[in-house]
């Protein structure tokens, strides 16, 4: 069966230190893959998305990912958390010929303190 | 602003009722998908509509249907509600194909008490 495994329900991290969120994922075939985050009262908002090309890619607000298909992972990373990073974060999966069917792992919340 | 935007954005339904939640997609998109995210869980895919038919659906039954008009919005409905259909109701918009960002509405939030 198709999944997303996100490796942690909840971090809690000093602003300045460096962020690291865990995302595999079992899927058959050509993947497309995305991290979103949902910051408190808002809506989910894409940070980034890998389709095909460089695995390491680079979004908004400093974020980044990288694509390692031999281990079917999508690990998010950031070197230098703030406060404003505190929200919750979820990794997504696609089938590569899909429209907008989106397989959600559970989600990370990530809170930063001053 | 993602431009999807949804209605009621919270309400209160006893079981055995119905709903109708409702959702216009961002200016220029013509696909809309809806999610149900229950508290502490990711989005679950409900089912996706492209000119004004269900074009996939995921593990949701029957008493969730949908449509959408020829303006591409959308309306999710849900009948003989139940207490596990409380939860947040995401709308997704974006345009037909596989390769385009796909864009949430802030959601509406559903109890069935």
């Known amino acids: 069966a198709q999944s997303v495994s996100q490796h942690n329900h909840h971090v809690i991290l000093s602003e300045a230190a460096s962020l690291e969120l865990g995302c595999n994922y079992s899927y058959g075939g050509t993947v497309n893959l995305f991290w979103y985050v949902q910051y408190p009262g808002q809506h989910l908002q894409l940070l980034l998305k890998y389709f095909s090309g460089d695995p390491l890619v680079k979004g908004i607000k400093g974020f980044e990912a990288e694509f390692i298909k031999s281990k079917f992972s999508f690990n998010l990373r950031k070197p230098s958390v703030q406060w404003s990073d505190t929200a919750e974060y979820f990794c997504?999966?696609?089938?590569?010929?899909?429209?907008?069917?989106?397989?959600f792992g559970a989600g990370t919340q990530v809170v930063v303190t001053p | 602003d993602a431009g999807v935007t949804q209605s009621p954005t919270h309400l209160i339904k006893t079981r055995g009722q119905q709903v109708t939640l409702r959702c216009s997609p961002k200016?220029?998109?013509?696909?809309v998908s809806w999610y149900q995210q229950a508290l502490g869980q990711g989005p679950q895919f409900i089912f996706q509509y492209y000119e004004e038919e269900e074009r996939q659906r995921g593990n949701f039954p029957d008493r969730f249907s949908g449509h959408q008009f020829p303006n591409y919005s959308s309306e999710l409905n849900v009948n003989a509600l139940l207490l596990g259909d409380s939860a947040l109701y995401l709308c997704?918009?974006?345009?037909?194909?596989?390769?385009?960002?796909?864009?949430f509405g802030e959601g509406s939030w559903l109890t069935v008490v």
């Open positions: 200016s220029g998109h013509d696909t």
């Open positions: 997504a999966v696609k089938s590569a010929d899909s429209w907008g069917k989106l397989q």
């Open positions: 997704a918009s974006s345009l037909a194909g596989s390769g385009n960002t796909i864009y």
